[in-house]
């Protein structure tokens, strides 16, 4: 529960993160993919049948072989977000990052205080409370607040029209580790639904990144290289892995 979170190690370091997708509850299927040294697994908790229990037997099965859990969560209201970080989930992708705001209230569902205001209690997010006694006696969270917020990763995804008019405040918000392009979602709003792949999308979303990295942000495929299980499992997962830089 207290790992270090080996995407954000990995980001510090200037190196590539290796993971995997899940869309359904299979906490089989990340021991499987453990001899394989993967960073961290992604669970889609947005389009996948999820509940609250399957998010925490994914997470202590992650941990339990040295795998990061992460995900994309369904919302990013405080009290949504906080059932995923206290299952263990060590990073958070919030869908329609559309505003400002919404990146404002992304960063402040995800970290504790000062930064945020993420809730505080005794479950497997938190180590079920069980802290280290502080001078006075009692327990100190100073710590490990500052532990949590150091490690959590952040990502915001952007799938939105409106994204195009208010990018330039979405980057100047301060705790966003990373940002993705949703391209289905973002060909649907500006009018090319079911076309996500086509050439007038793709030339938007290289318009976004474009201005995303000019700005100093960082877009997730730089650093993160994941693979759906169902390719791995059909294309090999050991040629994959062999294949790092």
């Known amino acids: ?16 993160a290796y993971g995997f997708q899940l869309t359904f509850p299979a906490p ?7 001899p ?13 049948p999820f509940s609250l229990q399957d998010v925490e037997a ?13 995900g994309r969560v369904p919302s990013i209201q405080s009290h949504v977000v906080l059932q995923y970080l206290d299952r263990g989930m060590k990073g958070i992708m919030g869908p329609h990052i559309a505003t400002r705001a919404d990146a404002e ?49 952040v990502g915001a995804l952007l799938e939105d029209k409106q994204v195009i008019e ?9 705790g966003i580790d990373y940002f993705g392009v949703g391209h289905n979602d973002f060909g649907q709003s500006i ?8 050439p007038e999308v793709q030339a938007a979303q290289a318009k976004i990144y474009d201005r995303i990295r000019t700005g100093g942000g960082r877009i997730g495929d730089d650093f993160m290289v994941a693979n759906w299980v169902h390719s791995i499992l059909l294309d090999g997962g050991r040629k994959i892995v062999e294949g790092r830089d």
């Open 1 to 16: 529960m207290d790992q270090p979170n080996r995407v954000v190690t990995a980001l510090r370091e200037g190196r590539k």
């Open 28 to 34: 089989q299927i990340i021991e499987i993919m453990a």
């Open 36 to 48: 394989l040294n993967f960073d961290y697994v992604w669970l889609d908790c947005e389009h996948g």
């Open 58 to 70: 994914a997470c202590r099965t992650a941990e339990s072989v040295g795998i990061t859990p992460i």
């Open 105 to 153: 209230q992304l960063v402040r569902a995800c970290k504790f205080g000062p930064e945020g205001d993420r809730s505080y209690g005794a479950n497997r997010g938190t180590g079920y409370d069980f802290v280290e006694p502080g001078p006075d006696g009692w327990g100190d969270r100073r710590e490990f607040y500052k532990n949590a917020n150091d490690n959590m990763l």
């Open 166 to 174: 208010e990018l330039d405040g979405i980057l100047e918000v301060d």
């Open 191 to 198: 009018g090319l639904p079911g076309m996500g792949d086509s």
